[in-house]
Each structure stands twice: as C-alpha cells, then as structure tokens.
RNA sequence: GCUGCAGUAGCUCAGCGGCAGAGCACUUCCUUGGUAAGGAAGAGGCCAUGGGUUCAAGCCCCAUCUGCAGCUCCA
C-alpha cells in the first residue's frame, strides 16, 4: 500500500510505507533551512507522519510560517520558564501575533522588569540545551486529567470537545513542559537563536479578551531567526517612539494637554495651530474649488434632534450628559450630520439645487473611555472634517467619483499611499435589501470605473451604510483609519430627506457621509509621526530662520527677512548672542527646514548661505532666488526629501 | 472601565525615612563668533491631591486624579 508524496516544483515520490515529513523532504532543502512543513497546504511538525497521498513542502526560514511556528514554540519555551519561576501558576493562550508572540498567566504576584530579564536569562538557558518538541494525542478524559490543575486548559479543552466530543486533544512536551497545543512546532529548541529572542513587556489581558472576565497577565515577546532581524525590528521599534506624536508634540510646542483642563481635550499651541491652520485653509480652497460649500453648526443642541437622529438610542453612551437649559435638555455635539440635514431641510429644496454639498470642520464632542485615550489620536473633543452630500440616486455615482477624487488628491499632498476597501453589509443591518444592493453596487462601480484596486471587506460596513474605507500608509508601512465614504441608508428615512424632482414630486433624497483627514486631532498626530516632525515647508510652524553671523549682520538679516515675510513667509531671525553653530544646533533640533546663514560675506554679496534640514549646507544664493525658492516650494506643497 | 507601572523645577531625570538635587531650558553679564553645544552668575519646588503611619514622610500605607503599556471599546 504505497501512496505519492507530491512536492512544490510538481514532481512526485512514491512511498513504501509512512515516514516523517523530515524523511519525505530530506535531500530537497537544507535542512538548516528547515523549519516545519506544509501538508496540503496545512502547516505541520516536520514529525508528522505521512502515510497517504498529499502534497508536501517545506516550510524555510525566512518565511512568515516559519516565523510563526518559530515564535509560538518560543512562547512555550518561555510558559516552561515562567511556570519554574512560579510553580503552581496557571497557563492560559500564547499565541505566535504579527510582531512577535505572548503568553498569559495567572501568577501569585504581579511580574517585575526584572522578571523579565530573568525569564530572559532562564530561557537562553533552555536553549543552550537542545530539546525535542514531543507531540501526543490523548483521549479527553486523559487530557483532562493531565490538566486537572490548570483551570484555563480545562475550559479550552472543554470548547474543543463542544465542536467534537470525540476529539483528540494534542499536547506538545519539551523540556519536561507540557502545553495543551494544536501545534506546529520546531522540532527542537536548537532551531530556536537565543540571540534572536527578546522578552518585550508585560501588560494585563482578560481571559479570552472578554472584560467580564478574569485578568491575566501577558508576557510580550518577539523572536527572530537571526540577531541582525531582531536588531532591525527594535531599531524600528525605537524609531517608532523616537516619532511619538506626544514626544514631539513636546518638544516641538505643538500642543498639551493638561489634567486641570480634562483628559482627552487637546490644546493646540501657536506652532500647532499654524499646521492646523494651513491644512484647514487648504481644505477649505479644496471643497470650495470642487462645489463644496462651508456651513457652521453650533457646539450644542437640543436632545430632540438627536432623538431623531437615533444617535441618543444608538450610541448614548458616548455622548454627554444632557444640560439643562430653560428646561430643554441639550447635549453636546457628538456629530454633524444631524445640523446638515436640518440645513438641508430648512426648506423645500429642488432637483436644481443638488448636489448639496455641505462642508464643515466640526468640533465635536464624544465619551471616550478613560483607558483609550492617547494623545491627540484619541480624543474626547476632536475637529472632524465633516460632509455630507445631499444628492439623487442618479447623481450618487458622478458624486462618489468626485469624492474618490478628492481623497487621492488629498492623501496625496501629504504623502500618503493608501489602500482602498469597499465595505458591504453586515449581519445586523436596517434598510432594504433592494437599498444595500443599490448602494454598495453603487460604490463598487465607482471604484472599478476608476481603475481603483480595492479589496472587499465583506460585511465590514456599519449598519446603516455600505462605505469605501481608505487606509493611509505612513513613512513607517504602518496604517492608519483614512478617508471614508458612507451611503446612509437610515438618516434620509429618519428625517424624511426629500427634494421635488423634475416631475414635481417628492423623491427621497441619497445621503453620502464623507470625511477626508478624520479629524484634525487625528490627523495632525498622524502627520507628526509620518514626518517625524519634519514637515513639509507649506505646514511647518517657521519656515526659515536667518541667522546672522555677528551682531553688525543683524540689519542686513532683517532685510532679507522682510523680503520673504513680503511673500507670507514665515520667518525669523535668531539674534541671540550664540555663536552661528549653537544657533544651527538648536534650530536643527527644532526642525526648522531652512537656515539661512548672514554673514559679512553674505552681505557684501547680497546673498544668504543656505542650509536645509534634509540636505545640510548648500551654499550662497541671492536673497531674491531664496525668497523665490521657498514660495515655490510652499505653493507646490512639495514634500520633504526624506519622507 | 480593567490589570500593571508611574507622577520630584518649563523639559529629561536622580534622590527611596533625617537640610530638595543634576543636566538642558529661562534671566542677567562677559564673549561677536562661519554651519549640531563659548563662559560666568542668578532665578526657579505645597516632591499630583487628600487622608494615615512615624519623633520625623518626596520616600512607607490607603483613597482620588492624571499619565504610560496592554486588554476591552471606537457611529
């Protein structure tokens, strides 16, 4: 009874009788390359024992699997740890996660820094040691028993044996550490580089992610084949705080937030507003140019429009407290649509007057839990750069194409590459079938007449709209929440948005949500990191600082200041009394993207020696090119070279 | 909200029962200099807040507030 074995590059090997898949794959691979392998397509123990036909390739170093059986057999390698530093402790899931992999436990006493060095410590230890990953399958009354002091284990075997009461339960042993595990693993811990592993962090976890439930603590690790490739993930993890928004906010004055003021309220600085500003002018020209109009909607209102709205049923919990006033409850902001539509509604609107587009950045105001605040990217009042499109079905399409526009116009001025998904319904939904179809079909021809590429995120949508959802891509590959497109299918229905058509009669009114940056808040946060606070000339806070080189220069830098504030520069002049490199120290530091050098040379010349932040020192130039070169750069909004 | 950790000068941090400290920033003075730190002096504090323990508390204990990491959540 022999059977085929067929491997990646097509060819076929037949065997006598069952052997390990190692066996089946030696002499094809290196086997220092070898990590696990893949059994139709299923990744599994290089042990496994095949005995039938299937196809079989090996998982290599190098690969994402191999990655992962790699770190998932660190996190049992450090359980084993753990548990010898705390017998008795309780194991619950340590799962392989994209960064690396964690473990929680139920300990007698909270873990320390110092805890981890010497888990740290202990598991180099394990691994100087080569042991075997050993799998088993026991019967459950087995497995049961063997985990009978270990609460966390039994209740998973006990969801195992819900879907399969006849299951067997799969243990893997090493180092005298046994761990209920479905597997694959390494075959032995020599696979495992103890320089390549490193103990990150600890934090608390409930078990099974539900807050009902008991907390655990979780142990972070990452893991890596090699030193040099888990040098290069903590030199990314530093360069990711050396980018912290909140750090450079600090440091750059851009904004505070303060415990006397309230957690989550943002106070945004001179320097700060000037970024907000130039953004905020920018988007206004942009809507304005593309047929948008601007409207304003007070910061407060009465709880009846949001009654109406359905937000007060639906999300309560994120608004605020009613106030009272003359007996009337009101409410603060927590959205705009509600003071759109009422615009919108004011009175009878025609076929003729749509689109309406209505445009505001809307400060708003929204209950977010004390734990999910995070600087200016979680916040409890935020500016959202808010539009809603009033429009007919005919139109929704050619209004979908301006708003998909609009946002790659938008993203790509500040530099972001952006990937594109089109979210459709959810399980729980209101509207009709006949709405969604419309909608969603809507959206989706949008794209695709666009050439868009976009992936479907199949009932990703809230469940009053389908939506394009676009996800930014920082300097760093990192995504964040971007431009995102609603059809609402409930608000038109709730406030009974029509229009007289060209046959005199009502027809319901399409609503199209729209935000392009999110929130200000947001936004701005993100664009900190994304430039690691090196903006772009058009939004940086000072654009150029002259510096002169002595006191008697100080007239002749005034000059050359003036001539680039008469363009709307913003400049200064550093007339310290520091030496030239204590100035350019400093200003570097400070990000400035242009020092301009006046010295006497300079002077004689009538030029400015010019220093850029990315580039350093570039030489002499005449004060008029200069003036000329940075109201170019502004005005084409160009990016910095680095990002 | 939950678990853990933290809160000392504007910033970054040291001090861990016995006189409140450093560097940077700030002010003044000297220095007028050429592309990432010239020198000196000075000023700056209810050690987050409220209780408690102690002869004595920044330090130990409790509570609250705020921040940080993660979990959960995010129309």
């Known amino acids: 009874m022999s059977f085929f074995v067929t491997f990646p590059d ?13 066996e089946a794959l030696s002499g094809r691979v290196r086997p220092a390359d070898l990590v696990a392998c893949k059994i139709d397509g299923r990744v599994s123990d290089l042990a496994r024992r095949i005995d039938s036909d299937c196809s079989l390739e090996p998982v290599l170093k190098g690969s994402a699997e191999a990655l992962d059986v790699l770190r998932h057999s660190v996190s049992h390698v450090m359980a084993g740890v753990v548990l010898g530093m705390f017998p008795g402790g309780k194991t619950a899931i340590g799962p392989a996660i994209q960064t690396g992999f964690y473990y929680d436990f139920d300990l007698p006493r909270p873990l320390t820094e110092d805890d981890l060095a010497e888990i740290e410590r202990r598991m180099a230890e394990v691994l100087r040691t080569s042991a075997s990953f050993r799998r088993e399958e026991l019967a459950p009354a087995k497995a049961r028993e063997m985990f009978r002091d270990q609460p966390f284990k039994i209740e998973l075997i006990d969801d195992i044996l819900k879907d399969d009461p006849k299951a067997a339960i799969s243990i893997y042993t090493h180092d005298g550490f046994t761990d209920l595990c479905a597997g694959p693993h390494v075959a032995s811990t020599s696979v495992i580089p103890a320089e390549g ?3 990150l962090s600890i934090a ?21 084949f090699s030193a040099d490739d888990l040098k290069a993930h903590l030199d990314r993890l530093a360069e990711i705080e050396r980018r912290d928004h909140r750090k450079l906010g600090k440091e ?7 415990q006397d003021l309230g957690p989550g309220l943002v106070l945004w600085h001179p320097a700060g507003a000037v970024i907000r500003r130039e953004i905020e002018r920018f988007w206004v020209d942009e809507h304005v140019r593309r047929g948008y109009e601007t409207v304003y ?8 429009i949001y009654e109406r709205s359905g937000h007060l049923e639906a999300y309560s919990d994120m608004m605020y407290a009613p106030m009272d006033i003359d007996g009337q409850k009101y409410r603060a902001k927590p959205m705009n649509c509600p003071g759109h539509i009422t615009i919108f509604q004011n009175r009878r609107r025609s076929y003729r007057e749509l689109p309406m587009r209505l445009a505001e950045l809307g400060t708003v105001y929204r209950y977010e839990r004390s734990g999910v605040l995070h600087g200016m990217l979680r916040v409890r009042g935020f500016t959202q750069d ?19 526009d609009l946002f790659d116009a938008m993203m790509k001025v500040f530099g972001y590459s952006c990937k594109v998904y089109l979210a459709t319904r959810p399980e729980k939904y209101i509207g009709t079938d006949e709405e969604w179809d419309f909608a969603t079909g809507t959206l989706r021809k949008a794209l695709e007449d666009r050439g868009s590429a976009f992936e479907v995120d199949e009932g990703g949508g809230v469940f009053y709209a389908p939506k394009i959802d676009l996800k930014m891509l920082d300097a760093l590959g990192r995504e964040w929440q971007g431009p995102t497109c609603q059809v609402d299918l409930n608000l038109p229905v709730r406030f009974d948005l029509n229009f007289v058509n060209a046959e005199g009669r009502d027809e319901r009114a399409v609503m199209v ?8 808040e947001r936004f701005v946060g993100g664009l900190i990191e994304h430039y690691a606070g090196a903006f772009p000339l058009w939004i940086s806070p000072v654009q150029a600082v002259i510096v002169p080189v002595t006191k008697r220069q100080l007239a002749y830098a005034g000059e050359a200041a003036s001539a680039m504030k008469a363009k709307g520069l913003r400049v200064k002049v550093d007339d310290r009394s520091e030496k030239v490199g204590f100035k350019i120290r400093e200003l570097t530091i400070q990000k400035v993207p242009y020092v301009f050098v006046a010295g006497e040379r300079e002077e004689k010349a009538g030029t400015l020696s010019v220093r850029t932040y990315h580039r350093g020192d570039e030489g002499a130039a005449p004060i008029g090119d200069c003036v000329s070169r940075l109201a170019a750069e502004v005005e084409s909004k160009s990016l910095p070279q680095s990002s």
């Open 204 to 224: 608390g976890a409930y078990w099974r992610g539900d807050e009902r439930r008991q907390m655990l603590q979780r142990v972070y690790g990452t893991a890596f």
């Open 252 to 258: 750059l004055d851009l904004f505070s937030i303060h």
């Open 297 to 304: 909607s007070p910061h407060i209102a009465s709880e009846r």
């Open 513 to 520: 949500h729209r935000t392009v940056l999110g929130s200000m």
């Open 197 to 199: 592993i490193k103990i």
């Open 10 to 22: 097509g060819t076929r090997a037949e065997f006598e009788r069952a052997a390990a898949a190692s």
């Open 386 to 404: 808010d539009a809603h499109i009033f429009c007919s079905r005919a139109q929704l399409r050619q209004e979908i194409y301006g708003v998909l």
